[in-house]
Every structure is written in structure tokens, then in C-alpha cells.
């Protein structure tokens, strides 16, 4: 038996037929050490209720319940995982709700409700955790529905999301991060804690809102930093010629010969006010 009285997740994958599907972006972590070292990454679980996208067998998930999380909402689109879920929601009993659906297509802030603790985590597919990610980041209302996410992606998604002015990784998924969140890697995790394991090391990024983020447009912020990266290898006033160019860039006091990877956030925000 294994820590929390629940059987070891090799046994339950066994049982349950488990096995990993690529096109869901699966990849099951089953060290219960590493899955409770996610769970205290989010900080203090007690009276929060604990949003999860893409459990599978549900290693997290009794990671998040054994640390105390007052609820757990657990979205997987896979129904065969389901019967496993249902198992750790029998053995803590109203602590779990199992949602049978596609993160994709989920409202979360109508999830969340009027709950003023609300915390994100998961081992996120990997095909949908950096759409998901801006979605999460671009929601309309700010401060958002969620006190903080702690999320799993590739190393290299997650070196773009912490990524500041001058890295190499920086880009627009930093900007945005940057924008409206403080964001760290909290810690690494080796491609052999996963079943099967993946080509690439993954991260473990802690997030959390600022509470007065510049104010800005995010379409036109998106539309910056979309046109800025998308020559990143020339100066402003070439990528940004759509946009205005060197008038926008000298309207704002940026100097047009600058590339997009020296700005700071608070720069691309004064470009996407001045649009």
C-alpha cells in the first residue's frame, strides 16, 4: 500500500488499463514524492479549493487531498481514467468532484464561482498547457478567480514564461506572464519520473497574479508583441512598420533601432496604449 492507504498508481494504471495516449498529451507522473512536491509548490492548501486539469490516474490528485486541499475539481476528458478517480473520491469522501470534459472547452472563472480560494494545479498536457496557460492570463476580469497557479510544462515553455528582457527565451508568452503575473520555476523534473517518459526535462512554474498589473489592452497587446516577435531579428521600426513604425516608436520615446527582445513589459504596454 502506498502513503495514503490508496493503491500504488502502477497497480491502479495496471488495473485500469491505463495506458498513456500521445494524442491526449499524457505522460502519468507516479512518484508520490514528486507528485506531493508539486502539491506543496502551490503553498498552503488548507480551505482551498484546488482546481485540476488532466489527472489521469489521479497521482496528483491524492497529492493534493493528502496535503490538506479542502477540494479538489478535477477535469479529464479521458473516460477511461474515470473509474480511478472515482476510487480516490470514495476514499475522501466529498472532497473530490470528478468533471467528465475538455479543459478546453471549460468556463473556470463560472468553476470557481464566488470562491475567494481558488488555486490552480496540474500536470498539464502537454498539447494544450501553453494555450490553456494564456487563456488563465488573459482572463477579462483582474484580479482574477484564482489565488495562484502552479503548473507542469516542458523546460522550454517553461523558460519562456519566466523569461525577462535580454533572455534569449523571452517572447510573448514572458510579456504576457510578465504583464499581469510574477512567475518562477519552482523546481526540474527528469523525463524518468514520468510513464512513458518524454524526450525533454519538465518544470514545475509557480504563478501569481499582481494585484495592479499596468493597465493595457490585451489585444492590442497581443497584437504588439505578436508583430515584434514575428521579426524578432529586426529592428522595431521594421517590425512594427504595420503598426506605425517609426512614429509609434518615437511617440512613446523608444528608439526604432531597438530589437523586440530588449523591451520591458512596461514598454510594450506604452506601444499597445499608443496604437
Known amino acids: 500500500m502506498s502513503l495514503d492507504g490508496l493503491p500504488p498508481l502502477r497497480d491502479v494504471i495496471q488495473r485500469h488499463g491505463l495506458s498513456a495516449r500521445k494524442s491526449l498529451g499524457q505522460n502519468f507522473l507516479l ?28 497521482g496528483l490528485t491524492r497529492a493534493l487531498l493528502a496535503e490538506g486541499a479542502a477540494k479538489v475539481v478535477a477535469i479529464e476528458r479521458d473516460e477511461r481514467c474515470l473509474a480511478a478517480m472515482a476510487e480516490i473520491a470514495a476514499h475522501y469522501p466529498g472532497r473530490l468532484e ?6 478546453m472547452k471549460t468556463d473556470f472563472a463560472e468553476l470557481a464561482g464566488e ?48 523569461a525577462r528582457p535580454g533572455d534569449g527565451h523571452y517572447g510573448r508568452l514572458g510579456v504576457l506572464a510578465g504583464w499581469r503575473t510574477e512567475a518562477r520555476i519552482a523546481f526540474d523534473v527528469p523525463p524518468q519520473a514520468f510513464t512513458p517518459p518524454p ?12 494585484r495592479k498589473p499596468v493597465a493595457v489592452d490585451v489585444k492590442k497587446l497581443a497584437q504588439v508583441t505578436e508583430a515584434a516577435f514575428g521579426q524578432r531579428r529586426k529592428m522595431l521600426r521594421q517590425s512594427l512598420k504595420s503598426l506605425g513604425g517609426e512614429r509609434l516608436l518615437e511617440g512613446v520615446g523608444i528608439d526604432p533601432t531597438r530589437r523586440a527582445e530588449t523591451l520591458s513589459v512596461e514598454e510594450f504596454a506604452a506601444l499597445a496604449n499608443a496604437i
Do not use: C
Not at 45 to 53: D, H, K, Y
Not at 136 to 162: G, H, N
Open 31 to 58: 512518484d508520490l514524492n514528486l507528485t506531493g512536491k508539486v502539491a506543496r509548490a502551490a503553498g498552503t492548501l488548507e480551505g482551498v479549493t484546488v482546481i485540476e486539469v488532466g489527472p489521469g490516474p489521479g
Open 98 to 103: 470528478i468533471i467528465a470534459g475538455d479543459a
Open 115 to 162: 470562491n475567494p480560494a481558488v488555486k490552480i494545479v496540474a500536470n498539464l498536457p502537454y498539447n494544450i498547457g501553453t494555450e490553456l496557460l494564456v487563456r488563465w492570463l488573459t482572463v477579462k476580469d483582474w484580479p482574477p478567480y484564482y489565488r495562484s497557479m502552479t503548473l507542469m510544462f516542458q523546460r522550454e515553455v517553461a523558460e519562456r514564461i519566466v
Open 199 to 210: 524526450k525533454v526535462v519538465s518544470s514545475v512554474v509557480h504563478i501569481e497574479p499582481r
